[in-house]
């Protein structure tokens, strides 16, 4: 997917635009509810201009500034650090979910990843070998506490330098993805490394924007995942690590108190913790 050689915030923001581009974007939203929302947000707009009486050399300055993150590819990059939480937020207030919270799907997600099974080791480098394993298990269930046969997880995480494969060069093309298969109870134990706090790329238009209003360009360690069962909503959903780095102050704004592990050091050298999936019906 990337063609590029340096992991800049140009690189991966055209990686993340490119991917975005590649998959099917619809919404069955009628005309009338798109008038709603537009008018809205031209609303939004001419109170924060008039709030704020904003000058025609600052309308240039943005005009600018929008140019410069099309065309380093940043929009999903910016729409992910500063939109994607409220759009995940509504989504599970407006269905009364009670399974386990969402949270952001953010940019990296590549889908079809390679198939594992139940008991697996995420596909790492020789490198990733080195940072302390992390062994995560648990089961998939519905709302009564049942293990859901045909469940699978999809995870994906950035390495401990922060860098995810298919967005930064130079890593193997699946390094730290997977979909794993879960066992007839929806069971999974998967060994991957711990992960590292990370700073989203920064060196382009988004972390201009950061500078300027004085925030800090850093998410939580945290894991991503996806999980799947027949008959059931599907979960996209990232988990963090008590007492670490960020939690209470990431720039994405993505981080829930049902959605942190404390894993524990075990005598093998591991970290080790569980984590169970609960999944609401289908609608
Ligand atoms: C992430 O979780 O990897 C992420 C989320 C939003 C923007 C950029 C990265
Ligand atoms: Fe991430």
Redesign the pocket.
Known sequence: MTSTETATAHASGNAATDKFKSERVSADTSPERAAAIYQDVLKAFADVIHKHEVTYDEYRVLKQWVIDVGEYGEWP?WL??FV?HEIEDVNYSRNALTGTKGS?E???YVANSPKLPSTCTMPMTDKDRQATPLVFSGQVVDLDGNGLAGATVELWH?DEDGF?SQFAPNLPEWNLRGTIVCDDEGRYEITTLQPAPYQ?PHDGPTGWFIESYGGHPW?PA?L?LMVKAPGKRTITT?LYFAGGQWVENDV?T?TKPELILDPKAGDDGKNHVTYNFTLDPEA
Request: net charge negative; no cysteine.
């Open positions: 990059l992910d650090v994607e952001i953010g940019p990296y950035a995810y989203i998410r945290h991503h990232q994405a993505a």
